[in-house]
């Protein structure tokens, strides 16, 4: 009720307060349908009550901001309607379009009371989003610059962009470790925020810390343990879709839904549908491997048994040769030894016979050529001091000689004309 101060008319701050509820309640009598994005959601578990923060955007910054109420028994009935054909129940970061009441109260303040929450829209919107990323990513040639990167032999070493809490982490790790074969990974986790409008920022500076190490690393795994639509719409952001394609070794995804791949999955090298399937995918790039290394160990033994049996073969082939050429090579020589043995002895007979001729003849040449021989022939020998005399030059007048004859010999003394 006012009052008079000082020639003033003073009215008191309920008689505003209830004079703006009275003029925003004659003002907005029926509901309205309005668009706009739910910033925080502000769910009160002990009462069931939600007090969501809903804010527009424009060009990133907040160009308005309301306060609203959505009443448990209507939340119920939201979220229902919400998780039927999204998966999954309001949450922060999401543009909705929902019926409200404007009202305002005199201790509350002025809010929106939501009725109604039309999940066709939130869908539309995301799909809407999916649909612009996939189409800038294709015309700037982006869209399967991932796909094209040359995958490890084996992807041994992993680096995990997951939350280090997410039990769809837990699971990969341990399909990984209990692998029945006994491989072994390497792998190091980079934690990130995983859902919400934060996410796409956290995963790319997760992937920014990574690129700068790559030659660390096989490959990246971004592990998620599951969600709806809404949760997932991050992944369909155009910055975190063109930072997996442009990354330079092969990006795997993980992240735990079967329907409605986002982009990020799209154009990732490789996409599983679960945390524990992209375990199984490492897995089996071992596992084959692994397979075809047995199958050439296996063909290498049978080329080899082969081989060493072949070449046993061609040693006994080749010893059976030398066998009977060494026995012919052997008869051979014998028959030439023998024949050479005959020539000898027969050479060395004849060479004896023709030795013992030819001393026969040195013989009978000595016995002829012996001075008793020839004294006995007739001839006579001069000696002068005890030497034969056989040039008349070599006598001199007075030499006393010496002549002996077959029966006795007589001296003289030359005497020349």
Known sequence: MAEKFADRTVFSLVDVARSIQ???????????????????????????????????????????????????????????????????????????????????????????????????????????????????????????????????????????????????????????????WGYRFHTTLFPAVLQGDKSPSSIINQLIAIAKQTEDFDVVAIIRGGGGEVGLSSYNKYPLAKAISLFPIPVLTGIGHSTNETVSEMVAYQNAITPSKLADIFIQHFHQFALQLQKFQSSIALNSGNYFNQQKQQLDNWMRELHWSSLYLLKNKQQRTSSLTDRLATASKQLLENRHLQLQGYNNFIKIANPESLLQRGFSITYKHGEIVKNATNLKNGDPITTKLKNGSFTAIVKKD
């Open 22 to 180: 009275k003029t925003i309640a004659n003002r907005y009598q029926r509901t309205y349908w309005i668009k706009a994005e739910i910033n925080k959601l502000n769910l009160y578990s002990h009462s069931g009550h939600a007090f969501p923060e809903l804010v527009e955007k424009k060009d990133g910054k907040i160009i308005a901001e309301m306060r609203s109420i959505i009443w448990s028994n209507d939340l119920i009935r939201i979220n229902k309607s919400f998780v039927d054909l999204l998966g999954e129940p309001l949450k922060d970061g999401i543009t909705v379009v929902f019926e409200a009441g404007i009202s305002y109260d005199p201790l509350y303040g002025f809010s929106l009371k939501i009725i109604h929450i039309d999940p066709t829209f939130t869908l539309g919107e995301l799909e809407r989003e999916k649909r612009e990323t996939i189409k800038r990513l294709k015309e700037e040639n982006l869209f399967s610059l991932n796909k094209q990167k040359e995958f490890p032999l084996l992807p041994k070493k992993i680096a995990i962009i997951s939350v280090e809490s997410s039990k769809g982490l837990s699971d990969f790790y341990n399909i990984l470790e209990d692998n029945p």
